[in-house]
């Protein structure tokens, strides 16, 4: 081809000119690393394609040079199981903020949900998946994705819940003064408004993956065994084998995956979404950029891919969609009435239909004395839960505040949290058990702590997010006032910062709730050590396959986590609403 009829001398002219329009330095190095990223995607999906083979055809293996590819192999579910987690958040939690009646209907489900333990979820959706694709890898895989999802989108959609249901009224009203319509109000008011919550509780939710991790690629439910490379299975087989070595290398794994991620996702998600926060709090002092924003910024193509993405996503959120605010015809009372009795008739009705499936199943199937005895274990259970966040408070609320009143702290912190947060309790099962066998400890108390080891990093997350957003006006007042002691306490930061603790502590609670179900029953090689508890009741259950066991163990959780919240979260967080914020 002759390159001078189209205005270049040569090839390599041509290739120099497109390079230097359109590439620089760092956007081959960024283009490269996305290219080997999408080969070693492109492999483990392969893998996931494959047939499902027996346990023993398969092994993990402890070699120090599989662990990169199980890490990957782990990463990819993590992620995968974070979009359904978002896909699912923002359908859950705008239906329930924008629909009463769908809210009266959501947010008790979502309490279900919640309480629900990850070994029930599991139980009954192993075998669903492996039927939807008998003989291939892709069950188990979309089983152990499902498991990991059931411990992100419940923190994730209560948080938006919250967000869209506390924006500002001088904001909702600019929104009906411009007109919007209810698909540009929610796009350019409402979603905004949530963002810094979403990526707070996302980072929250990635740690709480990293606890069930073993347990969802390490899947025994009666006689089905599904194992899945990963470093969940990985630390799996190190314990069972008890070998030292392994554990501490699949920590060292699991610490730089946590490092790479939070470096090029959430750091500068975060920084993105503290555009969006309203006012300046005790943390508002601007933060550096992360320096893998400011070398994305440095590119030519990337950032130019990136202006006509975000361009075209803006001209999607301006489409009038949806009503215009104020435009809607308030419906006649009396048909309104008609419409709320015809809702409640509905909801009673499917109510008893499903109480007296469940009596009937209940009485057939369970005895008085066992329904008593599952009960009993937990209240035991109840009782390990109130105490592990009694304690976690007392420690995490003083730190998280000290935390939060620096920034620097605060980053510092929050980066650490995030790493023990992922820490899976099994790591520390060696630790407890060996301790308990040597010293006869009692297992009841002792195996106690493993409960809030995972849980207790909410309360600090929370603490720590409401304290940075405290009015930084209002902490100056105090100092020139010499207002301090337990009056600045009681009057100043826990009214301020309540609402995030109550976050964090209903999120605790129910992570302690689920690791009960590991906690419980610490095992270490051939050593079992068993707590009189629930989560005990329903580990043992799960072994066995025995369906039965598992759903009254599961049923009994959640009633009691239902009561928790019925009769002592919810009062508390209206008194909270009322009585203990800033005004």
Not at 378 to 389: A, D, E, H, K
Not at 557 to 575: E, I
């Amino acid at each position: 081809m002759n390159y001078s009829q189209l205005g270049f001398s040569s090839q390599p002219n041509l290739l120099s000119s497109i390079t230097q329009r359109y590439l620089n330095r760092v956007d081959v190095l960024l283009l490269v690393c996305v290219a080997a990223l999408a080969i070693g995607v492109g492999t483990a999906v392969r893998h996931m394609l494959g047939p499902l083979v027996p346990v023993a055809a398969t092994p993990v293996h402890l070699e120090f040079r599989y662990l990169p590819g199980y890490a990957l192999r782990t990463t990819l579910r993590m992620f995968a199981a974070l979009a359904l987690s978002l896909v699912f958040t923002f359908g859950y939690a705008t239906l329930a903020a924008r629909s009463r009646r769908a809210r009266q209907l959501l947010l008790p489900l979502l309490d279900v949900l919640q309480s629900v333990p990850i070994l029930g979820f599991l139980t009954f959706t192993v075998t669903f998946f492996l039927g939807l694709f008998p003989g291939r890898v892709l069950g188990g895989e979309l089983a152990a994705i499902f498991t990991i999802f059931t411990s992100q989108a419940w923190n994730m959609t209560l948080g938006m819940y919250q967000s869209l249901r506390s924006v500002p009224a001088d904001l909702e009203e600019t929104a009906r003064c411009f007109g919007l319509t209810s698909w540009q109000k929610f796009w350019r008011l409402e979603v905004p408004c949530a963002v810094p919550s979403l990526v707070w509780n996302a980072m929250i939710s990635m740690a709480g993956g990293w606890f069930m991790v073993v347990y969802s690629e390490s899947i025994t439910v009666g006689n089905t065994d599904v194992v899945l490379p990963g470093v969940g299975s990985y630390v799996g087989v190190a314990i069972e084998q008890q070998n030292i070595a392994a554990v501490g290398a699949a920590i060292v794994a699991m610490m730089v995956v946590i490092l790479i991620y939070d470096q090029v996702l959430f750091r500068p998600l975060a920084a993105w979404a503290a555009r969006f926060r309203l006012g300046t709090g005790a943390g508002g002092v601007q933060a550096s950029e992360p320096w893998f924003l400011r070398l994305v910024r440095r590119t030519r193509l990337l950032s130019a891919l990136g202006g006509v993405l975000l361009l075209g996503l803006r001209k999607i959120s301006y489409l009038p969609l949806g009503s215009r605010n104020g435009s809607v015809v308030a419906p006649a009372p009396a048909s309104a009435g008609r419409g709320e009795w015809l809702w409640r008739i509905g909801i009673g009705a499917i109510f008893m239909v499903a109480f007296y499936q469940v009596w009937v199943y209940g009485r057939d199937t369970y005895t008085l004395g066992q329904i008593e005895h599952v009960f009993t274990l937990g209240g035991f259970t109840l009782l390990r839960v109130i105490s592990m966040l009694v304690l976690a408070s007392l420690i995490w609320v003083p730190l998280g505040v000290w935390f939060g009143l620096n920034p620097a702290r605060a980053r510092a912190a929050q980066l650490a949290a995030q790493y023990c947060a992922a820490f899976p309790a099994n790591l520390f099962f060696p630790v407890f058990v060996v301790g308990i066998v040597h010293f006869h400890l009692t297992p009841d108390i002792w195996l106690t702590p493993l409960m809030i080891l995972g849980a207790q990093w909410y309360i600090l997350f929370n603490v720590i997010a409401g304290t940075s957003s405290f009015p930084v006006e209002l902490l100056e007042v105090c100092r020139d006032l010499n207002v301090k002691g337990w009056f600045w306490w009681r009057r100043v930061l826990l009214p301020g910062i309540m609402p995030y603790y109550l976050v964090g502590a209903i999120a605790a609670s129910g992570g302690a709730w689920n690791a009960a179900i590991a906690s419980e029953m610490a095992e270490w090689g051939s050593t079992t050590l068993t707590a009189h508890g629930l989560g005990a009741y329903i580990a043992q259950a799960t072994q066995k396959g025995d369906m039965s066991e598992v759903g009254l163990g599961t049923a009994t959780m959640c009633v009691l986590v239902m009561l928790l919240n019925t009769l002592f979260w919810r009062p508390f967080s209206d008194y909270a609403a009322r009585r203990l914020k800033l005004n």
